[in-house]
């Protein structure tokens, strides 16, 4: 069982027995992790569990005859669920409570039951009924009845699995019998129920002599045995799937009548199995109940050759009622066991695995009973042929042939172009899924491998390639399950083969994971500065306003231009303009079945649109079968990553350029200010804190994961193993960057957008500064100029003015005065260091209490000189005396 299986069962017991407060579920999910086996132990002795329930219960003889019906319909952990029953009535404590419980919730639903309507109004107890609406009540409660008890007929039932077996087949339906097969009852070797036949009165049999008594019950019972009525023994009708019972004359002898009892349940036996073959050998029923019914008939032939060798004495004389019992006797065991499998198999609705699932259950119960063994084995050996021929196909050559839905393995039919399209598209997980019904009880341990052999070979058929098992040899049933265990185990290790080669060597799967992380993971430096410097104008645009093939032409010269040219996939690399930013995308993933998800789905999108440069991320183009891996889902938790690292670049780009700038800035009058000094220290802060999250990001949490993912597929069995690594890759980068912790990543957010503001009010101010000194530089220039020559140069120079001045009545009028700049930049280096001390004391939280170790070294790397140490100690103490508060 999976840890996540164990959760949610556990979570479920809880909800139902409606648990609140305590340990919660965890305890008891580790609990149950510690004491659990690594082998299936379903299998427990229901004999003294099964009594003590009967001794514990009110109505021990409805329990054990419920407990009878539900093993004869063949109902799954029916035992197992008895011995927990068991155990549960040893603990007193446990079973007051679940009394107390189950009281509690039968008055909850009784008051929701008193709150609805009924559909039958009955009138008041002080007035008298009518016998016009007594009828009408009778006739009401009668319908109701009859169409609760009656069961369906064979008909319904045959037209019912016809059209679902022609839904899943709709270019191929499913053979029918003509009509006239279930309309001429002669046929069928079973008793024909008919009025009495008019004719000359008979003499009773009870005035005849004991010696014609015998003869003549024997004549009778030489018909009955073979489905004829006789004439002082007469069948029952029978309704649905009741057993058939006989009348006997009364007025026969006693002596013969206790004989004729003893002999007569053989005929019953005789019904049940000509009925169950009859109709169980229809199309409809699957091919596993047809091929049991034919097992049934070679019996059956055997008793039909006894009766008729028992005809032969009679009319030689030499059969009396005595011989007749004798030699029917070694006969009846058969017949009981068969009649037993038929309604077992009838009442549970058995086909495909559930019918074998059935025989194998009563070949292994009836250990110590040689012949009874034996003669199941034969049933279940010839049962098994057709089901085994469809798990040879699949196991073998990845084909599933299932016209009767029979197959533990059901096809459904998706696209797999899907897996490109749709983020939420598991077409690994659901082509091909498991019907737990249909699992052979014997083939349970082997399930998943059955699955997942056929499965590997299918994606290699997919691709035009044939693939057949060389090992490939015909599966038996046995008693002795490792004979075709070894098989399945055999298939399975070639499949698994087969397609981890094609997609490693063929495809070039690593190649690819490598390419993808060129691009995505930003480790091909010189390729992203030329695209950064290529693309920086265009990237600064509303995202409406940028043409695609121009950033495709862009990315283009990138890649031809860096060493990113010699990789052989650069053009599978494509542009993608996503409609939210990175922070918005991930926060709305992070919802997903939490309680903001529907407040988040359902916010109204912001007024101010998105530049490029936000909405803009990679694609890749994948092809079948790699897109198994590198599915639409893994290529979305790649683009996360790759725009939460490029907008950091992006950041980190324009506190340089703010360093550039104020470089230049320097040469004027205003770089004696105290505010200056102040802005560069908080730029350079700024730029530790980008530059050193972006080398925590790739070269402590990307690489070494990289690593480990690349030593892991090298190791890898199967294609399983690699969705395995390739996922856990990808989710532990996602983790330790960040990304999957709402708090964290809206503290970031505001980080990096503090980091924005910034450098744009330096870029202004610098700018203005420039502008201010270019006029100065102008007026003086001006009064210099003289005569006509120096026209041109005057219009120009004063057009550059009247442009300057525009600029700076828009952008300086805030600016002033120095004290207030001072206080802009002030405030920012407020808003930045309270951020700052916010995050690295979230990380120390989560790096302490969810052991997220690798957190921490981003606090180290932050916090190389003990600067903010001091600070985050007392925060720590505050938290603890408001948690002891």
């Not at 082998?39 to 009967?54: D, E, F, G, L």
């Not at 002596?255 to 199995?273: C, D, G």
């Not at 469809?390 to 459904?412: A, N």
């Not at 921490?856 to 003990?866: A, E, K, S, V, W």
């Amino acid at each position: 069982m999976s840890e996540f299986r164990i959760h949610h069962d556990v979570n479920e017991l809880l909800g139902l027995l409606n648990v609140r407060g305590g340990d919660g579920a965890e305890v008891y999910i580790d609990l149950l992790q510690k004491n659990r086996t690594a082998y299936v132990t379903t299998t427990v002795s229901a004999h003294s569990s099964k009594v003590k329930m009967a001794e514990h219960s009110k109505t021990p003889e409805d329990f054990l005859r419920k407990y009878d019906e539900l093993k004869s319909k063949n109902v799954r952990n029916l035992d197992p669920l008895v011995y927990l029953l068991s155990k549960l009535t040893e603990d007193k404590e446990t079973l007051k409570f679940l009394q107390q419980n189950a009281k509690e919730r039968s008055e909850m639903s009784a008051n929701a039951a008193s709150s609805t309507t009924t559909s039958y109004s009955v009138p008041a107890t002080s007035s008298k009924m009518s016998m016009q609406d007594l009828e009408e009540l009778r006739k009401k409660l009668g319908n109701v009845t009859a169409s609760s008890n009656v069961p369906q007929s064979s008909e319904v039932i045959r037209k019912m699995l016809r059209d679902r077996h022609n839904k899943k087949n709709l270019t191929q339906p499913n053979p029918v019998f003509p009509n006239w097969v279930y309309d001429r009852p002669a046929l069928i070797g079973d008793f024909i129920t008919s009025p009495t036949p008019v004719g000359d009165p008979v003499v009773a049999i009870g005035t005849m002599p004991l010696a014609a008594q015998e003869q003549a019950l024997v004549e009778d019972l030489l018909y009955v045995l073979i489905g004829v009525d006789g004439r002082d023994i007469t069948a029952q009708p029978v309704l649905g799937r009741q057993s058939r019972s006989f009348i006997v004359d009364p007025s026969l002898d006693m002596s013969i009548k206790e004989l004729v009892s003893r002999i007569l349940p053989v005929a019953s036996f005789y019904s049940t199995i000509t009925r169950f073959t009859e109709e169980k050998s229809s199309f409809e029923y699957g091919q596993v109940n047809h091929a049991l019914t034919a097992a049934m008939r070679t019996l059956m032939k055997e008793y039909i050759i006894l009766v008729t060798q028992l005809e032969h004495l009679h009319r030689q004389g030499t059969l009396s009622l005595q011989k007749l019992w004798f030699y029917i006797q070694p006969t009846m065991r058969t017949m009981e066991i068969l009649a037993s499998i038929a309604t077992s198999v009838d009442k549970g609705e058995c086909m495909g695995g559930s019918t074998l699932s059935l025989l194998h259950d009563r070949t292994f119960n009836y250990t110590g009973d040689s012949q009874a063994q034996e003669l199941c084995l034969y049933l279940t050996k010839a049962a098994s042929v057709p089901y085994f021929e469809i798990l040879e196909k699949w196991v073998y050559r990845g084909i599933i042939k299932d016209p009767y839905s029979e197959f533990m393995v059901e096809e459904h039919e998706l696209q797999k172009e899907k897996i490109q399209e749709d983020y939420n598209d598991k077409y690994w997980d659901q082509r091909y899924t498991i019907v737990q019904h249909r699992i052979p009880s014997f083939l349970q341990k082997m399930a998943d491998k059955i699955l997942n052999t056929g499965k590997y070979l299918n994606v290699v058929r997919e691709c035009g390639r044939d693939v057949t098992c060389p090992d490939a040899k015909e599966v038996l049933y046995t008693l002795k399950e490792r004979a075709y265990v070894e098989q399945i185990e055999k298939a399975y290790y070639y499949a698994s083969k087969v397609l981890l080669d094609f997609l490693m060597e063929e495809k070039e799967l690593v190649s690819r994971l490598r390419s993808i992380k060129h691009y995505f993971l930003m480790d091909k430096g010189d390729f992203f500065v030329h695209f950064m410097d290529l693309t920086e104008e265009e990237l600064k645009k509303p995202v409406d306003d940028i043409i695609p093939p121009r950033l495709e032409a862009l990315l283009e010269l990138a890649l031809r231009m860096s060493t990113a040219n010699t990789d052989p996939f650069k053009d599978d690399l494509k542009i993608d303009l996503m409609p939210h930013d990175v922070i918005t995308q991930l926060l709305r993933v992070l919802a997903i079945d939490t309680k903001q998800e529907k407040a988040i789905i359902n916010a109204e999108p912001t007024e101010v649109s998105l530049s490029g440069l936000e909405a803009f991320s990679f694609d890749y183009i994948v092809k079948w079968p790699l897109s198994l891996i590198i599915n639409r889902k893994a290529l979305t938790r790649y683009q996360m990553l790759f725009r939460h690292m490029f907008y950091c670049k992006h950041v980190e780009r324009l506190l340089c350029n703010v360093w550039i700038s104020n470089k230049a800035a320097k040469q004027y009058s205003l770089h004696s200010a105290k505010w200056f000094a102040a802005a560069f220290a908080l730029r350079q802060r700024m730029l530790n804190f980008v530059q050193n999250i972006q080398y925590y990001m790739m070269f402590e949490v990307n690489e070494p994961t990289w690593h480990i993912m690349e030593n892991n597929l090298k190791s890898a069995s199967n294609i399983d193993d690699v969705l395995c690594h390739h996922t856990s890759f990808l989710d532990n980068c996602l983790k330790d960057c960040m990304l999957t912790n709402p708090e964290l990543l809206r503290i970031f957010s505001k980080l990096m957008s503090v980091c924005v503001m910034f450098t744009n009010c330096m870029q202004r101010f610098t700018h203005s500064m420039m502008i201010d000194s270019e006029m100065k530089r102008l007026t003086l220039e001006h009064g210099t100029m003289e005569g006509s020559s120096a026209s041109a140069e005057r219009t120009e120079e004063a057009e550059k003015k009247r442009l300057a001045s525009k600029f700076l009545a828009e952008h300086v009028d805030a600016l002033k005065s120095d004290s207030g700049f001072e206080a802009t930049i002030s405030k920012f280096d407020s808003n930045f260091s309270t951020l700052l001390l916010e995050l690295l004391d979230k990380l120390s939280i989560y790096s302490t209490n969810d052991c997220e170790h690798r957190m921490i070294n981003i606090i180290y790397r932050l916090d190389f000189n003990g600067f903010y140490t001091e600070r985050l100690e007392r925060m720590a103490i505050e938290r603890s005396q408001k948690t002891a508060a």
